[in-house]
């Protein structure tokens, strides 16, 4: 594609796009195709000549977008939000246009700078205290997973080097949360080889909030039996019922036990921006690690995660690794900016530029407005409710 057939097949683009965001409400909300018609619609194989612009997009039109479902849609109330903007659309637009791999700060300092500092804005505006420093994943699951590599790094002992498999020396590792917690804590202690017999869930009270008493008793029953507690993970907004865990008391048993306090703040964290909910995140300053969504309530397309960390040298001990193929020669002085040390992706895209972009484009006062509009109208449907 030539650059004049860009432009225009890009204003085409713009103009469909502007279209569909200002008309959303005239798909359907669900797909209205039955299993494997997208198959059926599409070639078995793939050309082997090019086809022109203008072709692909018809069949995106008619095949592929009867096969949507469409979030963006006013009347799509399923799941938490993934509240997109058309800031964040022109974002991502950009983002691929550059083209940046970020493993590296000098793979594009643009991209690794950036990063900081947009999320020292949302630290800010969440009101996380300064000892936090943030990084970007894809979503929630590998947020708290990576944190809790972190946990495991600090609770276990040479578990870098020795690993899990076969130690006398290693009793059961225990990871402790609510029974309305998020599945991806499962699924990241699957991942990360301590399986799901090492999770212990406790029980919650009238209004879905995990036991500190009972989470108390836990630990010291585990201990009695010669396990390994090293974390505990609490929900800031449950998937089913946007429940709020006790932090306060929570982080005073860590502190106690010496274990590792995660905070699953996905979903309900940015409601802290609002000094009416700043409550809503009272004794995070005492965690361990923090993650927070923009992908759901900041008006950020999918997908963008932030990870908090206090002790972000945990998190790079466990997976801070160069292989010769990027050695540079300024290794010891770009390590602590260097991204591909955060976390178990060696590639990482420019995700921070529409995280910027959006908090530039709206500003706190406008994201503050939206955040309250939307609490009011929550209150006044379950005022319905309840009638």
């Not at 502007?18 to 409400?25: F, K, P, R, S, T």
């Amino acid at each position: 594609m030539n650059p004049d057939d860009f432009r225009r097949h890009g204003h085409s683009l713009v103009d469909w796009i502007a279209d569909y965001l200002e008309h959303a409400e005239r798909y359907p909300v669900l797909s209205r195709v039955k299993p494997g018609e997208i198959t059926t619609a599409l070639p078995s194989s793939a050309p082997e000549d090019g086809e022109p612009f203008e072709t692909i997009m018809a069949d995106f039109e008619r095949v592929l977008v009867p096969g949507l479902t469409h979030w963006n849609h006013p009347g799509f109330l399923a799941y938490f939000a993934s509240s997109g903007s058309a800031p964040g659309v022109l974002a991502d637009f950009l983002s691929a246009a550059i083209n940046q791999q970020a493993m590296l700060w000098s793979t594009s300092p643009a991209a690794t700078e950036l990063e900081s500092v947009t999320l020292d804005w949302l630290r800010r505006l969440i009101g996380l205290p300064a000892g936090f420093e943030g990084v970007i994943y894809d979503t929630a699951s590998i947020s708290t997973m990576h944190a809790l590599v972190a946990a495991r790094e600090v609770g276990v002992r040479d578990v870098r080097v020795r690993g899990l498999p076969g130690r006398s020396d290693l009793p059961r590792v225990r990871v402790y949360c609510s029974e309305q917690a998020h599945s991806s804590i499962d699924k990241s202690l699957v991942t990360i080889g301590l399986g799901q017999e090492s999770l212990r869930k406790i029980s919650v009270d009238s209004e879905y909030r995990m036991n500190p008493a009972e989470l108390a008793q836990a630990i010291a029953d585990d201990r009695a039996s010669e396990l390994l507690p090293i974390a505990v993970v609490a929900t800031v907004g449950t998937t089913s019922t946007t429940s709020i865990d006790p932090v306060p008391a929570i982080a005073d048993i860590c502190e106690r036990e010496h274990l590792w306090l995660h905070i699953d703040a996905a979903y309900g964290g940015v409601a802290a921006m609002l000094p009416s909910h700043a409550h809503i995140l009272a004794g995070a300053d005492r965690a361990d690690s923090l993650v927070v969504n923009p992908h759901k309530w900041l008006f950020t397309p999918v997908d963008l995660s932030a990870l908090y960390c206090r002790r972000m040298d945990a998190l790079r001990g466990a997976f801070a690794l160069t292989p010769e193929s990027i050695l540079t020669g300024d290794e010891a002085d770009a390590a602590r900016r260097n991204l591909m040390n955060t976390g178990i992706q060696l590639g990482r895209r420019f995700r921070s530029l529409k995280l910027w972009m959006i908090l530039r484009s709206f500003g706190a006062k406008a994201i503050r407005a939206h955040l309250a509009e939307h609490i009011r109208l929550a209150r006044l449907f379950a005022s319905w409710v309840d009638e």
